[in-house]
């Protein structure tokens, strides 16, 4: 079984754009919150999450099973996932 992709994002970044078309040109299942677009405690308790994997919040974030990437590294993303 594949590992499970979670991205945390923004939805301006163009970095966050073009690892969530990477993942969709590679048939990659994956989930993603755009942090941006949310409110309130909702954002708090997320953005908490993304410092416990990337202190500097900085996007994207994304998580690979136990592999954290921080930023769109292609080269990484695909070793990761075995592509």
């Known amino acids: 079984m594949a590992a499970k992709v979670k ?3 923004l939805s ?5 754009k073009a690892t969530k078309k990477f993942m969709q040109d590679n048939h990659i299942v994956f989930d993603f919150v755009d942090v941006d677009l949310l409110q309130g405690n909702e954002r708090q308790k997320v953005l908490e999450e993304v410092m416990q994997y990337n202190p500097a919040r900085s996007f994207p974030t994304i998580l690979i099973g136990d592999t954290i990437i ?11 996932l075995g592509i």
Request: hydrophobic share 30%; glycine share 6%; charged share 30%.
């Open 70 to 80: 921080i930023g769109f590294k292609e080269k990484d993303i695909k070793e990761v």
């Open 7 to 9: 991205m945390f994002t």
């Open 12 to 16: 301006t970044c163009s970095h966050c």
